[in-house]
């Protein structure tokens, strides 16, 4: 196959869904587990109904749910379907990735960035906590390997201190003048890890991005009054989406939102 580029391998593309949906899989273990300070190896999944163990029969992604209809072999609990949708996303997660790459190592890099997105977005919806096991070693493994996404590494050491600042700046002053926390230090270490992958233009446009999706949500929460003014929300559960935007279309935003303010513009 030398020669052949990757993306023209013959079954590469079910490889990856198929990858893809087992890396979901474990996905869903790590946004239940992680947060609850379980291990992720032991013991094996079990129903949360009866607490039966659940045979490989039935952890097979997506499938066994369709099977099964959406129910536990022995209790009949229902099972949520978030489960099979994350293994879906974590199909989409490494196909999506290998589109927009040019090799398999730096579809390695956005694949396992997209899943640690998927992971941050759920535990802080969940748990309003982002664990420091994905942001602090994101930050290490985004200087490592943001050279193969096209970030300078120079470039992501400065975006992990723009981003981290940027939101611990944030942070203070909401403390200063409204004498509450508005923000806790889960968001800023997540901030450093995307700095360190997308380099210090990626956080600033995540960090633009999340806001305006986070406002945009509380508004409509507003509207129908299912919040008020001093509703907290989890900013990591918008961070970690805008993020993922940033990293598949990153250069062709960042050139968009610079035309907005060229002089023909106005």
């Known amino acids: 196959m030398n020669g052949i580029p990757f993306k023209e391998i013959p079954g590469i593309w079910i490889l990856f869904a198929l990858l893809g949906l087992c890396l979901g899989s474990f996905l869903n273990v790590v946004i239940y587990r992680l947060p609850r300070d379980l291990s992720l190896w032991r013991p094996g999944s079990r129903c949360p109904g009866c607490g039966t ?35 879906l996303a974590g199909a989409a997660c490494l196909l999506v990735s290998a589109f927009v790459s040019d090799g398999l190592l730096a579809t390695t890099v956005r694949s396992v960035f997209l899943l640690a997105m998927v992971a941050v977005t759920l535990i802080d919806l969940d748990h309003r906590i982002i664990p420091d096991e994905i942001s ?28 981290a600042g940027a939101l611990l700046g944030v942070a203070m002053a909401y403390r200063a003048i409204r004498n509450v926390a508005g923000m806790g230090m889960g968001d800023v270490k997540l901030a450093a890890m995307l700095g360190a992958f997308l380099g210090w233009k990626g956080v600033f446009l995540t960090i633009l991005l999340g806001s305006l999706m986070g406002s945009v949500f509380g508004i409509a929460l507003l509207a129908n009054r299912r919040a008020t003014g001093r509703t907290a929300l989890p900013f990591g559960t918008f961070l970690a989406p805008a993020a993922g935007v940033v990293l598949l279309a990153g250069p062709r935003i960042w050139a968009w939102y610079l035309g907005l303010f060229r002089p023909e513009t106005f």
């Not at 029969?57 to 099964?68: A, I």
């Not at 129910?71 to 099979?84: M, N, T």
């Not at 390997?145 to 590494?153: A, E, L, M, T, Y």
């Open 53 to 87: 163990p659940i045979a490989p029969y039935d952890n097979v992604p997506v499938l066994s749910y369709l099977l099964l209809r959406g129910r536990c072999r022995k209790c009949q609990i229902p099972i949520s379907p978030r489960y099979p949708a994350v293994e």
């Open 136 to 163: 602090l070693s994101g930050v290490v493994l985004g200087l490592i390997v943001c050279p193969f996404i096209g970030v300078p590494r120079l470039e992501g050491l400065i975006g992990a201190v723009v981003g």
